[in-house]
């Protein structure tokens, strides 16, 4: 059997050939880092995580929570890193962000299945194929894509995060909660009142910009939108969004602030956390100068500015089908962020679906064909042609998993009911011959 070349080794890369090995296919893993590196990655290690360092929601009431819990059920490499990784972070699932992505790297190293090249992916090679080269693609081989499909040109602009040192967060001017009690107090919170949040979105919305050519407010992606277009928006679109207040009470006070900006641990020490929600591009010399505008951060230590990279999608209800391959040229599959599907969660969704259902494939046996009532099958399924109009990256949601055949009443309730069937359903797929092949090898 010949082996499938995985450009890529981020989320969706890893997870597919992990999927792909353990089923006895060969891989040929093509990584360019550390050889190369692209402006938002600092780490030589796989799967490396260059925006937050949260996982979302890990409650099956939520949409992404339900996509974790099928992943986990089928053995996936990234969700079994997550929670060997996992640090607090409330009703969240964050990671210690380089042990995270170490294991990972570790793991696929130790697998004899897959062959390692660390090299940089300029061509896309003759047989099976799958291209996980993600947002941050280098030039050359997003020219290739480009010219294998027409119709990827398409584009946004997606921002990373600054991280500070928790020693240099003034604790009077700040307090460990989170939202509503909600989970335990592992958020730190950075109060504003009206006055001192007046003045910040003020500078934020007029400070100065690091250079990006063809950037414009109108190219960046709704989920992932820097501060400073924001304060941009209007004066109050930060208080309704990262900075929202509400059931964020001092506990030495019981005050509720004006404004509340929220830390989240980034990594397993707690000594750095992360500014949630603060995607930016500012220069680095205005992040320092706005930010310290917070009264909590007047003395902060970034460890981390934020940056903004390109994001580069396809247009797949047209190019891809229901196994992400490419319907012009089967042997070509595609996975990541690349396809659309948004997050980290997602991507690597993605090549777990592709690694399952090529190692079908290429084993003689029949497809899985994860179904819309399942939540990794709904993405699928919505990237191959389930969206409406101008197609844009999907977050995972119960609004494109099928629906339940009876009324229920209350939200939670309802995706509670949703999520049992969907993982009543992957106990069943379980049993296809491409799962019981797994588990002899």
């Given at each position: 059997?010949?082996?499938?070349?995985?450009?890529?080794?981020?989320?969706?890369?890893?997870?597919?050939?992990?999927?792909?090995?353990?089923?006895?296919?060969?891989?040929?893993?093509?990584?360019?880092?550390?050889?190369?590196?692209?402006?938002?990655?600092?780490?030589?290690?796989?799967?490396?995580?260059?925006?937050?360092?949260?996982?979302?929601?890990?409650?099956?009431?939520?949409?992404?929570?339900?996509?974790?819990?099928?992943?986990?059920?089928?053995?996936?490499?990234?969700?079994?890193?997550?929670?060997?990784?996992?640090?607090a972070a409330g009703g969240a699932l964050a990671v210690d962000r380089l042990g995270f992505s170490k294991y990972i790297t570790d793991r696929i190293?130790?697998?004899?299945?897959?062959?390692?090249?660390?090299?940089?992916?300029?061509?896309?090679?003759?047989?099976?194929?799958?291209?996980?080269?993600?947002?941050?693609?280098?030039?050359?081989?997003?020219?290739?894509?480009?010219?294998?499909?027409?119709?990827?040109?398409?584009?946004?602009?997606?921002?990373?995060?600054?991280?500070?040192?928790?020693?240099?967060?003034?604790?009077?001017?700040?307090?460990?909660?989170?939202?509503?009690?909600?989970?335990?107090?592992?958020?730190?919170?950075?109060?504003?009142?009206?006055?001192?949040?007046?003045?910040?979105?003020?500078?934020?919305?007029?400070?100065?910009?690091?250079?990006?050519?063809?950037?414009?407010?109108?190219?960046?992606?709704?989920?992932?939108?820097?501060?400073?277009?924001?304060?941009?928006?209007?004066?109050?679109?930060?208080?309704?969004?990262?900075?929202?207040?509400?059931?964020?009470?001092?506990?030495?006070?019981?005050?509720?602030?004006?404004?509340?900006?929220?830390?989240?641990?980034?990594?397993?020490?707690?000594?750095?956390?992360?500014?949630?929600?603060?995607?930016?591009?500012?220069?680095?010399?205005?992040?320092?100068?706005?930010?310290?505008?917070?009264?909590?951060?007047?003395?902060?230590?970034?460890?981390?500015?934020?940056?903004?990279?390109?994001?580069?999608?396809?247009?797949?209800?047209?190019?891809?089908?229901?196994?992400?391959?490419?319907?012009?040229?089967?042997?070509?599959?595609?996975?990541?962020?690349?396809?659309?599907?948004?997050?980290?969660?997602?991507?690597?969704?993605?090549?777990?679906?592709?690694?399952?259902?090529?190692?079908?494939?290429?084993?003689?046996?029949?497809?899985?064909?994860?179904?819309?009532?399942?939540?990794?099958?709904?993405?699928?399924?919505?990237?191959?042609?389930?969206?409406?109009?101008?197609?844009?990256?999907?977050?995972?949601?119960?609004?494109?998993?099928?629906?339940?055949?009876?009324?229920?009443?209350?939200?939670?309730?309802?995706?509670?009911?949703?999520?049992?069937?969907?993982?009543?359903?992957?106990?069943?797929?379980?049993?296809?011959?491409?799962?019981?092949?797994?588990?002899?090898?």
């Amino acid at each position: 059997m010949e082996k499938v070349t995985v450009l890529g080794a981020g989320l969706a890369g890893s997870e597919c050939a992990w999927q792909l090995a353990r089923r006895g296919v060969g891989v040929r893993l093509v990584e360019m880092k550390p050889e190369k590196m692209s402006p938002a990655h600092s780490s030589p290690y796989f799967a490396e995580l260059v925006c937050s360092n949260s996982l979302r929601s890990d409650e099956l009431t939520n949409a992404v929570g339900l996509l974790k819990a099928e992943m986990r059920k089928m053995g996936s490499l990234i969700m079994e890193s997550a929670d060997r990784n996992r640090v607090a972070a409330g009703g969240a699932l964050a990671v210690d962000r380089l042990g995270f992505s170490k294991y990972i790297t570790d793991r696929i190293s130790a697998c004899g299945n897959i062959e390692i090249i660390r090299a940089e992916a300029a061509e896309i090679p003759e047989g099976e194929t799958v291209i996980a080269t993600g947002p941050l693609s280098s030039d050359a081989i997003a020219g290739r894509i480009a010219a294998l499909c027409p119709d990827s040109d398409l584009h946004f602009y997606d921002a990373v995060a600054p991280i500070v040192t928790l020693e240099s967060v003034d604790m009077d001017s700040a307090f460990f909660a989170s939202r509503y009690d909600k989970g335990t107090a592992d958020y730190v919170n950075c109060p504003m009142e009206k006055d001192e949040y007046l003045a910040f979105v003020a500078e934020l919305a007029q400070a100065r910009e690091a250079e990006v050519h063809g950037f414009d407010d109108g190219g960046v992606f709704e989920g992932c939108m820097p501060v400073e277009v924001m304060a941009r928006r209007g004066v109050d679109t930060l208080r309704y969004g990262p900075l929202k207040p509400v059931g964020l009470r001092d506990p030495r006070t019981g005050h509720e602030s004006y404004a509340v900006v929220q830390l989240r641990r980034d990594n397993a020490d707690g000594t750095i956390y992360n500014m949630v929600g603060f995607q930016t591009h500012l220069t680095w010399g205005e992040q320092k100068r706005v930010f310290s505008m917070i009264p909590a951060l007047k003395n902060a230590e970034f460890v981390r500015y934020g940056v903004m990279h390109r994001n580069t999608y396809l247009n797949s209800p047209r190019l891809l089908d229901r196994y992400y391959r490419l319907k012009s040229e089967p042997r070509i599959s595609f996975a990541g962020q690349m396809t659309g599907v948004e997050g980290y969660v997602e991507s690597a969704a993605s090549g777990m679906l592709v690694g399952i259902e090529t190692a079908a494939r290429l084993l003689g046996l029949p497809p899985v064909d994860f179904p819309q009532e399942t939540a990794i099958g709904a993405l699928g399924l919505y990237i191959s042609g389930g969206s409406v109009g101008d197609f844009q990256p999907m977050n995972i949601n119960f609004g494109i998993i099928k629906a339940l055949e009876r009324r229920v009443k209350g939200k939670r309730n309802k995706n509670a009911e949703i999520s049992a069937r969907s993982l009543g359903i992957i106990d069943g797929l379980m049993e296809s011959e491409v799962f019981r092949y797994e588990n002899n090898n």
